[in-house]
């Protein structure tokens, strides 16, 4: 099966990418390395506004986390232009907008390490970091940023 | 124009860069990559306490931010010796100093990502991530790290 | 003396590496450099837990950052098969654990900054970014991620 294949047996459209209203890029590209900026959890094309351990569930935070690498999925394609070119998963960083008791950035971090190793196999396995951000840009609960390694 | 004649246009002086007082170095270089280590706010050549959504406006976060890029400049400066031969800057990460009510990190960021782009173009064109730390070092308002490529 | 003479002589014994519960991975290698995933502090076994400014001191935060190395040390070897042939520490984040009063995460990540230096020598200076977590995974004290450059 194809990337594409197993993203659409996966039932996941890729989303358009909105380019980002400030001076700045989606993702640069370095030698084999994509850097993908920081994506937010959106609902309904709106920032999915909320903090983990006040107002948002860890079961929640899951479903956010993804939507979010769905959305990298998606200028990932932009960048590469074919998924299959997709080398390698490299690194993933997880901003979980978190109340200062909320403890379980790892779990809602799986919601995007998951959709990563299902879409891409062995190649989705990533090293991470996953920690409590104090706020994220409107107020979004989860915010993930992306390193990834194209084929020569 | 070169880059200095672009940076002397802007009315910016670039500062002497202090070395750390630990046992780190302001910058790494690996391959064409350089990994530029988190640089603080400052004023008057002292930390720039403060916390966005407590008692530093958004408008003085922009300030701190545009701040902080000129001296991450001066150490891409010592870096490669001629600011000419940066090929991209590739990422920016922000780390805004944030009340747990303070959303506005993205426009805090673009105090440093307009400064990139008026002074390296299309090349100054980088990836980013945003979001609230809970604290930064000395109590500083704004901590920025950046990664660049060098031309071979 | 090898680098296992030096950990050697720090009195480090190398733990084992305790592989990840959830779909990533502890390094992925991408060219000649390997990306470490998060590594928390632990105290025997089990998460350090606690926070910077309410209830872990900076001396113990200290000593959590160079534990934390500790296992970084350990799952760079693993990465790599033999810790002589790694050319240069590029670069460590640390996100300290911190209430919103504090402000020595630069202090707490001396310890495991040291070690670096203690175990590496030159090579073992880096870049390095510090700021404040609003929390940790299993509310732990310190953490930190790595990227390291190996020999071709």
């Given amino acids: 099966m194809s990337i594409y294949e197993k993203i659409a ?16 890029v989606p993702f640069v590209r370095s030698g084999n ?6 994506h937010i959890a959106k609902e309904n094309g709106k920032p999915w ?6 107002n948002v569930t860890t079961e929640q935070g899951i479903k956010a986390s993804r939507g979010v690498a ?3 999925l998606a200028t990932l394609n932009l960048a590469v232009g074919d998924l299959n070119k ?3 998963i490299v690194k993933l960083m997880f901003l979980v ?9 790892h779990l809602v971090a799986n919601g995007a ?7 891409f196999g062995e190649n989705g396995m990533h090293a991470r970091s996953a920690f ?11 915010e993930i940023d992306l390193i990834a390694e194209v084929e020569e």
Avoid: H, W, Y
């Avoid at 390395?33 to 920081?38: A, P």
């Avoid at 506004?49 to 006040?54: A, E, F, M, R, T």
């Avoid at 409590?132 to 989860?142: D, I, L, Y």
């Fill in 49 to 54: 506004v909320g903090q983990l351990g006040l």
């Fill in 9 to 24: 047996a996966l039932g996941i459209v890729l989303p358009e990418v909105t380019p980002p209203v400030a001076v700045f």
């Fill in 97 to 105: 907008n978190s109340a200062p008791t909320f403890t379980e950035q």
């Fill in 33 to 38: 390395l994509i850097f993908v900026s920081g």
């Fill in 132 to 142: 409590g951000a104090a706020q994220v840009p409107f107020g979004s609960c989860v």
């Fill in 113 to 119: 390490s998951e959709l990563m190793v299902q879409v």
């Fill in 70 to 72: 769905i959305d990298l």
């Fill in 86 to 88: 997709i080398k390698r």
